[in-house]
């Protein structure tokens, strides 16, 4: 009996150690199966798809200040949503859509930055200075050196026209640009003889200038005003605000205005415009003469919402990354040359503080 029970308990661990050998056997091939879900996952996280150092953005929303006519900036900004999108993918951020819009001023771009109603706003100095509670600025735009950065108007008008060169710049000039009409050309003759102009001269034109927070179309040319005639675009008779620099041009070439304010190498941009659309007889270079030129004004920005949802430390290093890249291909610098941007390098808020003590001035002034 006693034989008996020992042979069966024996039979019985027998059976339990094969059992237990066919389920590692079999454990160990499921783990080593070409189809396998291991497999997968390093797949998907090599293809950055996702991979557990993704993270997911469902909507991006980038504002345009309309420096240009708006429909203008939208077509040529239209391929930045694809180029984004594959430069945060490299980052490590999948995005869904990726908006693009043009402010109806350089204010509303500047508000909504504030209010997080958008993500990224492409701003001049001036606008990131005002409105700086609620934007950080994380680049500033690189441009083409200019043939032409003397500070005096004749020596714009002696070297014309103005091109670009290979030298990249950090700031831009604005000037005073005279037109084609009577009192233009009259003003354009003074400065060219050498001669200063006076307050009765200035404030017998007709102007066009920018919303007041543009650098280029209000701020610096306000400051020259003051530092030189010891007035500001707001003492002027005869004053109309544009909602583009096209507006500007468009109404300078139709003797509307006499005078209008605007960057240095505006007049590159719209050389074919004046001809073509505008309908002038001669080109921009030989209708037009520089009568004042501004101080320095540190170059546009990209900068992003402080109040926005989806905007993090780690978000803002991505988007630095990725602008830079961009600028750096064939596509991406087609994108960027509708502000007449060429690169971008890593900015910080004091690069602007010139633009603050420019605001702090207007400020006084206006009060």
């Given amino acids: 009996m006693r034989k008996r ?9 027998v059976m339990v150690l094969i059992a237990g050998c066919g389920t590692s056997n079999s454990s160990q091939q499921n783990t080593s199966s070409p189809s396998s879900s291991s497999s997968g996952a390093d797949n998907n996280e090599t293809s950055g798809d996702t991979g557990i150092n993704s993270k997911d953005i469902e909507k991006l ?64 100095g001036g606008t990131y200075a005002l409105y700086d509670d609620g934007a ?22 002696d070297n014309k026209p103005t091109e670009p060169t290979t030298d990249q710049a950090t700031y831009y000039r604005s000037l005073f640009i005279a037109g084609p009409s009577a009192k233009g050309q009259a003003l354009a003759e003074k400065v060219n003889n050498g ?26 040319p306000t400051l020259w005003l003051q530092e030189n005639l010891n007035k500001s675009i707001t003492d002027l008779a005869h004053v109309v605000t544009s909602d583009s620099y096209g507006s500007s041009f468009a109404r300078l070439a139709a003797e509307q205005v006499d005078v209008v304010v605007a960057f240095a190498d ?16 001669g080109s921009i270079w030989d209708e037009t003469n520089v009568i004042a030129v501004t101080d320095g004004i540190y170059n546009d920005t990209i900068s992003v919402s402080k109040n926005s949802p989806i905007m993090t430390d780690d978000l ?7 602008f830079i890249s961009i600028a750096q291909t064939e596509e991406g610098k087609k994108v960027i040359a509708v502000y007449s941007h060429e690169g971008y390098q890593v900015a910080q808020s004091s690069d602007y503080d010139a633009e603050r003590k420019a605001q702090d001035i207007i400020r006084e002034m206006k009060n």
Wanted: aromatic share 10%; charged share 25%.
């Fill in 316 to 322: 803002k290093k991505a988007l630095q990354n990725a």
């Fill in 61 to 124: 929303r980038i504002s345009f200040v309309p420096s240009k006519d708006p429909e203008d900036i939208i077509t040529a900004t239209d391929p930045l949503k694809d180029l984004l999108k594959n430069q945060l993918a490299t980052e490590g951020f999948n995005v869904g859509e990726i908006s693009i819009d043009v402010g109806t001023t350089y204010e509303a771009v500047g508000e909504a930055l504030t209010a997080g109603t958008t993500d990224i706003g492409f701003v001049p």
């Fill in 5 to 13: 029970i020992m042979l069966f308990t024996l039979f019985t661990l």
């Fill in 195 to 220: 001669e200063n102009l006076t307050w009765e001269d200035v404030n017998d034109a007709n102007w066009a200038v920018m919303s007041t927070s543009s650098s280029a179309g209000y701020i610096y």
């Fill in 266 to 281: 505006a007049r590159r941009d719209y050389n074919e415009q004046w001809t073509n659309e505008f309908s002038r007889p």
């Fill in 136 to 157: 950080d600025v994380i680049l500033t735009a690189t441009r083409a050196g200019l043939s032409n950065d003397s500070e005096l108007a004749k020596d714009w008008n």
